[in-house]
């Protein structure tokens, strides 16, 4: 929690005068068992009605006036901890969009979720409660021994024993309950992960009519989640009982010790009955302190889940403005030396001594087998990654030398899953250029060969995409991610494998539709479908990371036997019918 004070910053008004209040009701309450005790001793014997209504009219004033100061504490309490929550959670989605692909590869979708929201909500609930009763409890509980020193020493002594037993029970409870509430915050990761990834996969999880396994995993997680619950639940419910056991045991000798003193004559009966009621606020405060305890545990364990986040440093870093003077040729719009990089954990490089220059204006074609390495070196490109050795620049200057407004500038991304999000098709597409006509955003339809789609919705433009795009099919999907990426004019445009959705016909005019753009745009096309490069400038042929075959179409298909079998194995037909007989023979 101490990490995170900074965003009390602009509420240490309301962090002071929200226990401040508390304390006062607080002071209040310890009042009143003196006027009832007053009441017993002498207003009752004597029969003194004027004493009688002056103590009952106090009463009710304490009580008006205790209840003032609460509902004022509980305004600024809430008031804190609601900001504070509100600055902790935007600051947090800051860090995480500050953070590299590497970093959210690392965490998982699922944990930042979790400590986005539970996470941030148990924090609140946590800081909440112990602006208001964090220092009230133990005000009422040394406050209650303080006042019975004033009306008897040795009947005192009972509070002096309790108190301190009392505090070892529930800090002993609290320092073995905050570990175990960590491990049920990362249970709690993997149910949601478990849910995440069920809503998102539901087709293919019906496809393969695999839901009654899906139920059995997500019945184990939250098994495992349930258990780790109950088992820390077990251990926190012991705080009641073992708090009522001993305040019990003191009531008892309280009011034997009590009635003693009564009949020796040194104290009155109001005096115990004052006594007792010191010792009955003990067990209520003691009952909120154990209960506020479990839920500051909670809120500490979130906490540390939190700070856990904002202690990983962002893997890449910008200038602030882009440095230095091209040091290569400005024409090269890409160039690749000696690239090689590799995802965490994994064994074998994506991209192994990756070397090539694409000009501008070119059209570089990418293909390979599955797992090749193809959206690994697209990534590079837009430096959703940094390589671990070699050098990559963007018109002769290092990509490390971009500031991050003009590198996104500079490249424009479609990438492999189209994704768009929920309002209309204007607000998607103007993420490439906020300020963007409707002129250019139509250009842009146009050329991604979607003016049908948004013309056939009602509204055009104004029409409203669900979470995720999901009222449109993959192909509109796709269609519109593309249209999204040109509204930028980008002067690099990557598309990593995003026409796979479409129909022949459609993806040759969206090729040629491309090339037809005005000004210089270097266009990187990764595609598994050989027809879709055939007219690109270059194409790299990638084979577990390395360049296994570069040129155009033709030469490949001279030189290149990856590109061949690639090639050969989609258009059979026009296989050479030496290689046929080749193939026969083979088999």
Not at 56 to 85: E, N, P
Not at 562 to 573: D, G, K, M, R
Request: net charge neutral.
């Amino acid at each position: 929690m101490k990490k995170l004070r900074v965003f009390l910053a602009d509420y240490k008004k309301e962090s002071i005068l929200a226990p401040a209040f508390k304390l006062l009701e607080a002071l209040f309450d310890l009042f009143v068992p003196l006027v009832v005790a007053r009441v017993i001793d002498e207003g009752i014997p004597s029969g003194n009605r004027g004493l009688l209504f002056r103590q009952f009219g106090l009463l009710i004033l304490l009580a008006v006036v205790g209840i003032v100061c609460s509902v004022t504490a509980q305004y600024f309490a809430a008031r804190a901890s609601v900001g504070f929550a509100t600055k902790l959670r935007q600051a947090l989605f800051d860090h995480i969009q500050k953070l590299s692909y590497k970093e959210l590869d690392k965490l998982g979708t699922n944990t930042l979720i979790t400590r986005m929201t539970s996470d941030v909500q148990q924090v609140q609930n946590g800081l909440n409660l112990a602006l208001r009763l964090l220092l009230r409890s133990p005000f009422i509980v040394f406050g209650s021994m303080i006042m019975a020193f004033t009306i008897d020493v040795k009947a005192a002594l009972v509070f002096v024993v309790a108190i301190p037993v009392l505090s070892v029970v529930v800090f002993a409870i609290m320092l073995v309950s905050i570990p175990l509430y960590r491990k049920v915050q990362a249970a709690l990761d993997k149910v949601l992960g478990a849910t995440r990834e069920n809503l998102t996969g539901v087709r293919v999880i019906r496809a393969f009519c695999k839901e009654q396994e899906e139920v059995k995993d997500f019945d184990a997680k939250n098994e495992a989640l349930t258990r780790m619950n109950e088992f820390v639940g077990r251990i926190s419910a012991l705080m009641n009982p073992a708090t009522y056991l001993l305040i019990n045991l003191a009531t008892i000798i309280l009011i034997r010790v009590g009635a003693v003193r009564v009949n020796l004559g040194d104290i009155q009966q109001g005096d115990v009955v004052a006594l007792y009621n010191y010792m009955a606020q003990m067990i209520v405060e003691l009952i909120k302190l154990a209960s506020l305890i479990i839920t500051i545990d909670k809120s500490i364990a979130c906490a540390e889940r939190i700070s856990h986040i904002f202690e990983v440093e962002p893997g890449q870093s910008f200038p602030e403005s882009t440095k230095g003077e091209a040091a290569g040729d400005p024409a090269t719009a890409v160039a690749f030396q000696d690239v090689s990089f590799s995802y965490e954990g994994a064994r074998e490089p994506s991209v192994d001594h990756v070397t090539f220059a694409a000009k501008q204006g070119e059209t570089i074609g990418i293909i390979g087998g599955t797992g090749a390495g193809k959206s690994s070196l697209v990534n590079l490109i837009a430096r959703c990654y940094d390589p671990q050795e070699g050098k990559i620049t963007l018109f002769g200057r290092d990509i490390r030398d971009y500031s991050m407004e003009d590198l996104v500038n500079l490249v424009g991304v479609v990438p492999q899953k189209a994704v768009l999000f929920q309002g209309s098709i204007r607000d998607n597409l103007r993420w490439g250029d906020e300020n963007a006509e409707d002129s250019a955003l139509w250009d842009a339809i146009r050329t991604a060969q979607a003016e049908e789609v948004v013309k056939g919705k009602e509204g055009e433009l104004d029409f409203q995409l669900e979470q995720n795009g999901r009222n449109l099919s993959g192909g509109q999907r796709q269609r519109l991610t593309i249209a999204r990426a040109l509204v930028k004019k980008p002067k690099i445009l990557i598309m990593d494998d995003s026409a796979s959705a479409l129909d022949f016909a459609t993806d040759a005019a969206l090729r040629k539709a491309i090339r037809g753009l005005a000004g210089s745009m270097t266009v990187f096309l990764v595609s598994q479908r050989t027809a879709s490069l055939m007219n690109a400038d270059k194409i790299l042929v990638l084979d577990d990371g390395k360049i296994a075959g570069m040129g155009t179409h033709a030469q490949l298909l001279q030189d290149c036997p990856l590109y061949q079998e690639i090639f050969y194995s989609q258009f059979p037909e026009k296989r050479p019918k030496e290689m046929a007989a080749g193939k026969e023979v083979l088999a």
